[in-house]
């Protein structure tokens, strides 16, 4: 069993910063993906940011330049730093961890947070 938890989310006002944290824990023999998906009202969920066991990274063209993805392999933990908020980004941000939780799985398996909420309001 693997268990995926955000914390970080909150009221900011545009031009602000948060940090988004997202820890992994239980069985886990190995991570692959990590990554931060996010959903606002009336809009599909989408992929914010992305990072690899090796740590390349992806983003979506609207967040580059102002939010930034990382990790700490040895904590299964990953990192979203936003800066430079804006109301368009408010949204549900959910972490989404691919990981092997045994040595024999050929695939990882797909594990998702709760969401945190991110509000971009004066």
């Known amino acids: 069993q693997v268990q995926v938890v955000e914390s970080g989310g909150g009221l900011v006002q545009p031009g602000g910063s948060l940090r988004l944290s997202c820890a992994a824990s239980?069985?886990?023999?190995?991570?692959?993906?990590m990554g931060w998906y996010r959903q606002a009202p009336g809009k599909e969920r989408e992929l914010v940011a992305s990072?690899?066991?090796?740590?390349?990274?992806n983003y979506v063209d609207s967040v580059k330049g102002r939010f930034t993805i990382s990790r700490d392999n040895a904590k299964n933990t990953v990192y979203l730093q936003m800066n430079t908020l804006k109301p368009e980004d408010a949204a549900v941000y959910y972490c989404?961890?691919?990981?092997?939780?045994?040595?024999?799985?050929?695939?990882?398996?797909?594990?998702w947070g709760q969401g945190t909420q991110v509000t971009v309001s004066s």
């Open positions: 989404n961890v691919r990981a092997k939780p045994f040595k024999h799985y050929s695939l990882p398996l797909n594990y």
């Open positions: 990072i690899t066991s090796d740590g390349s990274t």
């Open positions: 239980g069985s886990i023999f190995s991570v692959n993906f």
